[in-house]
Each structure stands twice: as structure tokens, then as C-alpha cells.
């Protein structure tokens, strides 16, 4: 069941038109939520508004400084603590390697070489791996299938170059002498 203008009309009170009102009456007979919002906002409006207490304002504006006080009280404490457990779990972690470096260098220059050596030849295994996709691929991806991805990558290029030209040929911008 559509309520929008029903729950409009009744929270806003604007002045209702006689088509609206007869809408309204008829919407208020069948739709339980609508009739306890306009039951609420009855109350509401025949509620007395009580004045409130002398000083209330600033007893109010002193009780939100002091909780945004707090706040900020609290987040710096809590960012103290979070940088502290983060620099002692850092610690405890990289303690071992820390020791090592400072009592063996054999060990750490060890291993230095043998990451240098894994990177070799892992980039070496992938372009291993890389030249025998080139060499197969072909044969799998029909003529087609190439000229559409190659007409693309072009087009992404000149797209690319021409970005890059009118981008240089601006003028510059600023106050002339």
C-alpha cells in the first residue's frame, strides 16, 4: 500500500484541499499505520509545551562541551592505544629478524641472495610461461576473435595519444603579462 502522500499530508499540516481531506478520510479508514501517525500527531498537538527550566541553555551548551571534551579525550586515548599495540605487534613480529640481521650477517646476506635469485627466476618461469600462450594461442582463438581484440587495443591507443595531445596543446591558464 502506497502511504507517501497520505504521510506527507499528515506530517507536514498543510492546509488540504477538500479532495485531498476526502482521500485522506478514506486512506484513515482502511490503513492502520496511517491512522495511529494522525493519532500521534493529534496527541502531539494538544500536548502543553512547558517552558523549561531557567539557566537550561547554557547548563546544555556546558554539558556538550564537556562530552565533546570527552570524545575527543576518548578517540586520543584510543589512538594511543591502537598506535602502541600496532608498534608492539610490528616488534614482536619482526623481532626474530631484527636479531638475526644484528648477530649473523652471513644469515641475512643469505638471505637477501636467495630472494634476488626466487625473483629471478620466478620472472624467468613466467616468461617461460608467457612465450608458450603466445605460441598456443592462436590456434585456440579464431581470426575474428584477433581482429576484434587488436582493432581494440587500437583503438584504446589513439584514444590514449589523443588524450595525451590535447592535454600538451592547452593554453596555459593565469593572469597574461
Not at 623481532?95 to 637477501?112: H, K, L, N, R
Not at 618461469?125 to 603466445?134: D, M, P
Amino acid at each position: 500500500m502506497n502511504h507517501q502522500p497520505f504521510e506527507e499530508w499528515l506530517l507536514n499540516d498543510k492546509n488540504l484541499t477538500s479532495t485531498e481531506k476526502r482521500d485522506l478520510n478514506s486512506h484513515l479508514r482502511i490503513c492502520t499505520h496511517c491512522t495511529a501517525l494522525s493519532a500521534t500527531g493529534l496527541a502531539l498537538r494538544s500536548a502543553n509545551v512547558i517552558a523549561p527550566a531557567a539557566g537550561f541553555s547554557v547548563r546544555f551548551q556546558q554539558r556538550l562541551a564537556a562530552q565533546k571534551i570527552a570524545e575527543r579525550r576518548k578517540k586520543l586515548w584510543g589512538m594511543f592505544v591502537l598506535t602502541l599495540s600496532g608498534l608492539g605487534l610490528l616488534g614482536w613480529f619482526t623481532a626474530p629478524f631484527f636479531y638475526t640481521f644484528i648477530t649473523s650477517p652471513v644469515e641475512w646476506i643469505t638471505v637477501i641472495i636467495g630472494y634476488f635469485l626466487f625473483a629471478i627466476t620466478s620472472l624467468h618461469a613466467l616468461t617461460e610461461v608467457l612465450a608458450v600462450f603466445v605460441r598456443v594461442a592462436p590456434g585456440f582463438i579464431p581470426p575474428y576473435a584477433w581482429m576484434v581484440l587488436v582493432s581494440a587495443l587500437a583503438g584504446f591507443g589513439l584514444l590514449w595519444i589523443i588524450s595525451i595531445w590535447r592535454f600538451s596543446n592547452r593554453a596555459p591558464r593565469g593572469v597574461s603579462a
